[in-house]
Structures are given as C-alpha cells and as structure tokens.
C-alpha cells in the first residue's frame, strides 16, 4: 500500500505550464490602450505613446540578430516617408544591450528617421508581451492597438498594409 498516489505525467506537465506563464502579464491586443513607455532613444529622451496622440503608430520590437527585422525597418521607413511624420510615426524599439543598440542607431540615423528607441531593460518587452521577433503594433489614430503581428511572415503583407490604412483613417468629428 502507497502513502501516496504516483504524480501522473499529465499533472507535472500542467504545473510546468502553469509556473511558466504565472510571472507574465497578460500582453496587451488589438482594442486595448497600450503601455506607454516604449524606452529611450540616443539622447536619453523617454518615448511614450501618449506624445503620438491623433497619429497612426507602428511600434516594432527588433534586434540586429534578426534578419527579419533588419528587412522590416527599411520597409517601414518607407511607409513613414510616403504618408509623412505628421500623420504617422514608426517606432523601433531594439531589445538588446544598450552598447549594441548604440552602434546599430549611430549607423541606422545615417538613412533612418524613425524613432530609433533602446529597451534594453526589457521593460517595454514585458509589458508587449513580446516573446520573439519580430513584434509590431499597429495603433490607430485614437491611441488604441488595432493588431499585433508576433512572428509573422511575408504572407501578413496584404493584412499589414489594410491594417496600416485602417489605422490612418480620421477620427471621426465628435457629435455638435
């Protein structure tokens, strides 16, 4: 006779994953406000979403390890450039050591305006809930998230670029 009942495979298995996600915040999606710190740029500046108010806002976690994400920003440096800063702001957040995200931002400003902006202290990262790379948020005029792609492929684009229009879109006047 046992004392105690064997611990089925199937219970461990579910405390495992349960223990792996009970630290993490719940990510923010499409409808919600996001978090508004995103990090620091070159000069110390802190962004924060709420200074983009009444814009379009792409927000893309990147890394200089990823060639997904060093394809990407070219791309969205383009999409800033055609509809212009003042109706849309891409954000880059890097998500490596401060060093490395100074000297990939020093070389990228040469052909780059978007806000080029370290997360080194994970912060922003946890708060996204981001989770591998590459990550972007679109974010609607009225500061809402429209949609999260995390990980997504060259098949998104078609989405991407309805999501993209869809964020550009007036708010509508308020009522008289």
């Not at 009970?22 to 508004?36: E, H, K, Q, V």
């Not at 990407?72 to 998500?95: F, H, R, S, W, Y």
């Not at 020093?106 to 978007?114: D, E």
């Not at 370290?118 to 500061?143: K, N, T, W």
Request: charged share 20%; net charge neutral; proline share 9%.
């Amino acid at each position: 006779m046992t004392l105690h009942p064997p611990v089925r495979p199937w219970i461990v298995g579910a405390l495992l994953a349960l223990l792996a996600t009970a630290g993490r915040a719940a990510a923010p999606g499409p409808g919600d406000m996001p978090p508004p710190d995103l990090g620091r740029t070159l000069s110390g500046e802190e962004i924060l979403l709420p200074g983009y108010s009444g814009k379009a806002v792409i927000v893309t976690f990147w890394a200089t390890w990823c060639p997904y994400c060093l394809k990407e920003l070219p791309i969205l440096q383009n999409v800033q450039d055609k509809v212009g800063k003042g109706e849309m702001a891409v954000i880059a957040v890097n998500t490596e050591k401060f060093e490395v995200y100074k000297r990939a931002a020093r070389i990228m400003r040469q052909s780059m305006s978007m806000e080029l902006v370290s997360d080194a202290s994970g912060q922003a990262q946890h708060a996204f809930g981001v989770h591998g790379l590459p990550h972007m948020l679109i974010i609607g005029r009225d500061g809402r998230i429209l949609r999260v792609y995390d990980g997504y492929s060259e098949d998104k684009l078609d989405a991407i670029v309805a999501d993209i229009n869809q964020a550009l879109q007036p708010l509508p006047s308020p009522a008289p």
